[in-house]
């Protein structure tokens, strides 16, 4: 993995623009805690059901999904949540909204776990969503040094990760010569590839191309999917090359928080104003964890 370091807003403007100078697209994610894998939120608390060898584990064990260990896990049942989201919500959309990963979509941006990963095209969107909203942690002295040295693993700071989603595409896609003409994915248009690639055992596959929700176009919003297989997509060797990271101490935050209000990057600015869609998802959200913890814990 290629790593980063800033300290300030000029600094990440410099790393960013360095970045970008091929001049190919690049998805920008900003997380508030380095050490946070390239996990779906669904996806982030699952249970060994059954090992490798198709062995019932009972009771269920709290499984790493970067253990490697390759067994059968439960995780949050994302299809009864958007579902239940979508029947609820649907009287509230400014738009029509047909089709699963359309509505999956949708649920991940009002708070609904789902199997897909934010993005965004706008690097000060993601640096805000690494710096924004969270406790100011302590940085120590050595958190950069182990950064750099461990390839970007370690504490003490937020990251912002970078990916070329034509890149990642050319390596998941399990299309013949797909890599011989890559393409990201369109929501839309390729609506039926992609709840396929939702309920199939394959690596992250990046799409774009829905822009009808106003926060998601607000937010520059792009999306990679990661289906029945759990681990994080900084785990596979073979992405870990087209990965960049950019660690924010946090002793830098105080200071980029406040040039980013200065600039109009603010919560109302980027996730524009709450709605019942929010309040719909919050109550989904909590009562399928709390039966779900219930049931595994």
């Known amino acids: 993995m290629n790593t980063y370091v800033a300290k300030s807003l000029t600094e990440y403007i410099e790393i960013v623009e360095k970045i970008g100078s091929n001049g190919t697209e690049k998805w920008y994610r900003g997380q508030s805690k380095c050490e946070y894998r390239l996990s779906p939120s ?41 579902a239940e989201f979508r ?6 959309l400014e738009y029509d909204a047909g089709t699963i ?62 990916i070329d989603p034509l890149e990642i595409n050319k390596k998941t896609v399990p299309i013949k010569n797909f890599d011989k003409n890559p393409i990201i994915f369109d929501a839309i248009k ?14 992250p596959v990046c799409f774009s191309g ?17 289906g029945t297989l759990v681990w994080p997509m900084d785990y596979y060797t073979v992405l870990q090359k087209q990965i960049i990271k950019i660690f924010i101490p946090y002793n830098a935050y105080e200071a980029i928080r406040h040039q980013l209000s200065a600039l109009g990057v603010t919560h109302n ?11 719909i998802a919050k109550a989904i959200a909590e009562e399928t964890r709390k039966r779900f913890d219930s049931k595994f814990s």
């Open 190 to 203: 390729d609506a039926e590839i992609l709840e396929t690639c939702l309920h199939s055992m394959i690596p």
């Open 87 to 92: 029947k609820k919500a649907k009287n509230h």
């Open 101 to 162: 990963i359309e509505w999956e979509c949708i649920a991940q941006h009002y708070g609904i776990p789902t199997r897909v990963l934010d993005w965004t095209t706008n690097a000060i969107n993601a640096l805000f969503f690494a710096v924004e909203d969270c406790p100011i942690g302590k940085t120590n002295e050595n958190d950069i040094t182990h950064f750099l040295e461990s390839q970007g693993f370690g504490s003490g700071g937020g990251a912002v990760f970078v």
């Open 42 to 82: 669904a996806l982030r608390k699952v249970f060994a059901i059954e090992d490798q060898s198709g062995y019932k584990i009972d009771p269920p064990l709290l499984d790493n999904t970067c253990s490697g260990s390759n067994n059968v896990v439960a995780f949050l049942p994302v299809d009864q949540m958007v």
């Open 269 to 279: 600015t980027i996730y524009v104003e709450d709605d019942e869609k929010d309040i």
């Open 210 to 226: 829905f822009n009808k929700e106003k926060r998601i176009s607000r937010q520059a919003g792009k999306f990679s999917t990661t």
